[in-house]
């Protein structure tokens, strides 16, 4: 599969969220899921960012709109995401790397 590098930031607002439930099972190279959530009252861009049925937390706001906009429209699956960095000792937002690459058009499904 081919693919190129799009974005990479760490996940905001991971305090909040279930990280903590899974901190141990995540790893250099997991792969994760971007849900758009269109009725967020705290930003109208956002994308939450999941471990199996575990929501991190999100996509910066300052790094989200033009992922936002794709997967509004139907394109989420020309991403993939996955975990880049842990920092065990770092405070919870700057513990989990992220690197967003887009696929190829031919690996998309």
């Known amino acids: 599969m ?23 099972e995540l790893a250099i190279g ?3 899921q971007l849900k758009r959530e269109k009725d967020n009252k705290f930003d109208p861009y956002a994308v939450a960012i999941y471990y199996k049925d575990y929501k991190l937390g999100f996509i910066p706001r300052d790094k989200n709109q033009e992922i936002s906009k794709l997967c509004e429209q139907g394109y989420a699956n020309i991403f993939e995401v996955r975990i880049n960095r842990i920092s065990k000792d770092e405070r919870p937002e700057n513990q989990i790397g992220v690197i967003v690459y887009i696929k190829q058009r031919n690996d998309i499904q």
Request: no cysteine.
């Open 30 to 32: 997991t792969e994760l």
């Open 2 to 24: 081919e693919r190129r590098h799009f974005i990479n930031f760490d996940i905001a607002g991971f305090t909040y969220w279930n990280g903590t439930l899974v901190f141990q």
